[in-house]
Antibody, heavy 120, light 107 residues
């Protein structure tokens, strides 16, 4: 089973763009039949699916975030990335990357998560 | 968007007891439902998918049931390692895939 590891700045200023990367270990991000997802969780709260990308580059986003989200993939580095623009304090959360099988859409496995705080 | 509602918000049980957690969908999701376990400071872990299929390596004391709008997760004999927050997630109608707000199982 692959392992995922998130990385990126832990502090972002309001109105700026949050940028995170998920590195895939133990398998190719180019393998067919799997999607690569971003999910977030504010402290003490529930989980919110942000969006996903397939190796073809096809993306799907949560409508509530769609205008601010971009997910991309870098096959050479075995990574996929999240950009969330115009952030506010409400975007402060632990951000997880996770994989999901095509036609199934449950999440397994997950990365360990990375805390991003939006503050000036 | 399909809204997932979990009950109760918190459940106090003793080790060795049985725990039953509920998850209700605002519209039918057939059996397109997963359950996750999350311990403090950790990522969620997949327990159940397709409403009743245990994920790889998940002990048999965890079982899932239900279809349509009503689902349950049962832990037949709670062990100390099972005290955690449990989330349900629908993947029938998306985007977005949506989660319940969680049930905390505590001692």
């Amino acid at each position: 089973q692959v392992q995922l590891l998130e990385s990126g700045p832990g502090l972002v200023k309001p109105s700026q763009t949050l940028s995170l990367t998920c590195t895939v270990f133990g398998g190719s991000i180019s393998r067919a039949g799997y999607y690569w997802n971003w999910i977030r969780q504010p402290a003490g709260k529930g989980l919110e699916w942000i969006g996903r990308i397939y190796i073809s580059g096809s993306t799907e986003y949560n409508p509530s975030l769609k205008s601010r989200v971009t997910i991309s993939v870098d096959r050479a580095k075995n990574q996929f990335s999240l950009k969330l623009s115009s952030v506010t304090a409400a975007d402060t959360a632990v951000y997880y990357c996770a994989t999901s099988p095509d036609l199934a859409n449950w999440f397994d496995p997950w990365g360990q998560g990375t805390l991003v705080t939006v503050s000036s | 968007e399909i809204v997932m509602t979990q009950s109760p918000a918190a459940l106090s049980v003793s080790p060795g007891e049985r725990a039953t957690l509920s998850c209700r969908a605002s519209q039918s999701v057939r059996t397109n439902l997963a359950w996750y376990q999350q311990k403090p400071g950790q990522a969620p872990r997949l327990l159940i998918y397709s409403a009743s299929t245990r994920a790889t390596g998940i002990p048999a004391r965890f079982s899932g049931s239900g279809s349509g709008t009503e689902f349950s997760l049962t832990i037949s004999s709670l062990q100390s390692d099972d005290f955690a927050v449990y989330y349900c997630q629908q993947y029938h109608d998306w985007p977005p895939m949506t989660f319940g707000q969680g049930t905390k199982v505590e001692i």
